[in-house]
């Protein structure tokens, strides 16, 4: 089993910044594919960004260029930076991990909530 604990949300001003974190309990070799997902009230679940390796990122358009997936490989933990935030980036943020296509595990969520 694989556990993911996000931290790190809360309530910032629109133009804004947080970082994000997910602590995993195994080690990201273990893993081919690690993201951040979000959803929004009243939407779908939807990509934020993910990374397959240190030079195979991806990210939704609506957050290039003011967000940035990392990896700390020696702490199991990885991060999501948000700058310029904007009230449609209100959602809980969730990190992903996916061993294989039927092994693809979520953490609880964590709340970002930008509003003046």
């Known amino acids: 089993q694989v556990q993911l604990v996000e931290s790190g949300g809360g309530l910032v001003q629109p133009g804004g910044s947080l970082r994000l974190s997910c602590a995993v309990s195994?080690?990201?070799?273990?893993?081919?594919?690690m993201g951040w997902y979000r959803q929004a009230p009243g939407r779908e679940r939807e990509l934020v960004a993910r990374?397959?390796?240190?030079?195979?990122?991806n990210y939704a358009d609506s957050v290039k260029g003011r967000f940035t997936i990392s990896r700390d490989n020696a702490k199991n933990t990885m991060y999501l930076q948000m700058n310029s935030l904007k009230p449609e980036d209100t959602a809980v943020y969730y990190c992903?991990?996916?061993?294989?296509?039927?092994?693809?595990?979520w953490g609880q969520g964590t709340q970002v909530t930008v509003a003046p």
């Open positions: 990374t397959l390796s240190d030079s195979n990122i």
């Open positions: 195994r080690s990201f070799l273990t893993f081919n594919n």
């Open positions: 992903t991990a996916r061993i294989n296509p039927d092994e693809f595990y």
